[in-house]
Each structure stands twice: as structure tokens, then as C-alpha cells.
């Protein structure tokens, strides 16, 4: 699903499974998802990855990563 190297930018808005339209900045966040990879998001993705992205836990788990 998602390999290490492009876990490091942005998977947002929609956690990178939704066609080719990722963001493409630096990933600063990285959201818990239930049987999924944490979806790395940029602080503007990361409201809409919270609210949009398949399987984000609720409340959310966001981790700071750089
Ligand atoms: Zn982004």
C-alpha cells in the first residue's frame, strides 16, 4: 500500500489511494489508522485527512514527526 520511501511526504488529502492528485510536501504528521498504515500528512492536509481518509481513528491518533 504505501512503501517507506513515499511515506516520508504527504499522503494527503485522502491517504494516497486516491489517484494521482497527492499533495507532494513534506509529511509532518503521521495519523493512526485502523488496519491500515499511519497516513503522513503536511499541516494543510491534516484536517481533511482526519475528516476524508479511510479508516482514521476517532478521536484521532496524530503523532508529530518532524
Ligand atoms: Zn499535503
Do not use: K
Not at 24 to 48: N, S, T
Not at 52 to 57: P, T
Amino acid at each position: 500500500m504505501t512503501d517507506r520511501c513515499s511515506a516520508a511526504s504527504c499522503q494527503g488529502p485522502y491517504g494516497g489511494e486516491n489517484g494521482p492528485e497527492n499533495c507532494g510536501d513534506l509529511g509532518r504528521f503521521e495519523v493512526a489508522r485502523h488496519l491500515r498504515a499511519p497516513l503522513r500528512v503536511c499541516p494543510v492536509h491534516l484536517g481533511p485527512a482526519l475528516l476524508l481518509a479511510e479508516g482514521v481513528l476517532w478521536p484521532p491518533g496524530i503523532i508529530l514527526v518532524r
